[in-house]
């Protein structure tokens, strides 16, 4: 088996496994906050579980002339996502990391979202 073949297996087994412990914590129904972090850009979007469709999504694409470091961009990704979850009534969700680390891009992503009022 290559190097990529192990990369590619563990990380899927690791989202499999944090997505797995979300659905057994998540009694409530709450929607789910997904990120996705590629080398360029940031995305994250809110999802429902139960009819499995996307309710909201946001990434750095989008964002209008950012300014800083990739870690600065997160973290506006995540107070625009959270600001337009808010107005749809939005408040409480879960996190959901996927396979990566809740260090740096994704904890700044995080961060933006609490700040702009969302609870998880």
Partial sequence: ???QAKIAKRTSRRAFRVRNKLRSINRAG???VSVFRSHRSIAAQIIDDAQQKTVLSFSSVQLTAP???K???AKL???ELGKRAIAQNIAEVVFDR???LYH???KALAD???ESGMQF
């Fill in 71 to 73: 870690t600065a961009v």
């Fill in 112 to 114: 933006g979202l609490r």
């Fill in 1 to 3: 088996m290559s190097i």
């Fill in 30 to 32: 709450r929607l789910r």
């Fill in 77 to 79: 990704v995540g107070l």
């Fill in 67 to 69: 300014e800083g470091d």
């Fill in 104 to 106: 740096g891009r994704v």
């Fill in 98 to 100: 996927g396979s990566y």
